[in-house]
């Protein structure tokens, strides 16, 4: 791997902040970010993502790369819980192999938004339409991970609705938000909405070092609900999403031109939901355990994609391999 690019990628100061949190975690610091600030902090990264999605939508003519672009990225999110339930049910239960399944064929916001401020610093385009592909990509997962516990649960228990699932899905408030904000950017008038351009875009990085913040606070607080589990989930929240990212970065050459656009696909098809999906598993598979899939996603993965997984896939995809 490009050793230039690893440290370019590691010392982004918006990465190192995620570190302090960790750190602040080991020593038992009281650092903490209040939870009403946390939450406004989250709901302004959806929104500005969202916005900003919509108004380079709004500049894109839609046609048939657009759509084929939203339809790969629902075949990538249904696919990937696919064939990681079947690696997860070896060890796991019904219910925890589908939520963790779910949780790794969705997305996650911020690695997305992560890897935006990556090609940013590389001075590389990626087009703004991708936002809504995000969007796409998060309820597909949910929807196959509940088929497939509804389908492999001995106990055959009826309290997995799938129409109540899609629309918890789809009602769920980091996809509603990312949506709705989306469509208002795509259909705000152009000069009225370029005023929000120093709210959306100049302090943006500011509070997504804010938030990664309290992301380490929190990683760093749940390494500990690996002890049980042992070596497998370790193993699996960091072989899975490299193969998922790895093969959308080679695979993506022949179907999409642009570099930025297929960096963003392969770091979507890495990434795991700790937001969207485990607001849904919480309502349509109770016995499935957060302590196990929260902590996978956001204690591992998470970082792993911060500071491997990126520069890996966009080494893949400039060395033409």
């Known amino acids: 791997m490009n050793l230039d690019l690893l440290i370019t990628n590691i010392t982004n100061p918006v990465l190192l902040f995620f570190i302090l949190g960790i750190i602040a975690s080991i020593v038992k610091s009281d650092l903490e970010i209040p939870a009403a600030s946390f939450k406004f902090i989250s709901i302004y990264l959806l929104f500005s993502i969202g916005f900003k999605g ?13 759509i084929f672009n939203l339809i790969l990225g629902v ?17 796991l239960d019904t219910w925890n192999a589908g939520a963790i399944a779910s949780a790794y064929g969705s997305v996650s916001a911020v690695t997305f938004v992560s890897a935006t401020s990556f ?26 991970g509940v088929l497939l516990m509804k389908r492999y649960d001995r106990t055959k228990s009826d309290g997995l609705s799938i129409s109540h699932t899609l629309k918890h899905s789809l009602s769920n408030g980091s996809v509603l938000i990312i949506l709705g904000s989306l469509i208002i950017g795509y259909i705000s008038n152009i000069q009225q909405a370029a005023e929000f351009k120093p709210f959306t875009t100049d302090i943006f990085k500011g509070f997504l070092a804010i938030f990664l913040l309290e992301m380490g606070i929190t990683t760093g607080g ?59 598993m919480r309502l349509v598979a109770p016995k499935a355990d957060p302590g196990l899939y929260i902590p996978m996603a956001l204690g591992i993965t998470f970082p792993f994609n911060l500071t491997l997984g990126i520069p890996l896939y966009y080494l893949i995809i400039t060395s033409g391999v």
């Not at 919509?54 to 657009?66: D, R």
Request: hydrophobic share 55%; aromatic share 14%.
């Open 54 to 66: 919509g108004q380079e939508l709004a500049h894109s003519e839609i046609n048939s790369t657009i």
């Open 75 to 91: 075949i990538i999110s249904s696919l990937i819980p696919l064939y990681t339930f079947f690696i997860l049910i070896r060890k």
């Open 119 to 144: 090609l940013e610093a590389q001075h590389i385009h990626f087009d703004g339409y991708l936002v809504a592909v995000m969007a796409c990509m998060e309820f597909p997962a949910i929807i196959v």
């Open 222 to 280: 749940r390494f500990s609900a690996f002890k049980k589990q042992g070596w497998f989930v370790i193993a699996f929240s960091l072989i899975i999403p490299a193969i998922n990212g790895c093969l959308v970065a080679y695979f993506s050459q022949f179907m999409i031109d642009n570099v930025g656009n297929r960096f963003i696909f392969s770091v979507l098809a890495a990434s795991a939901s700790y937001i969207a999906v485990p607001a849904a």
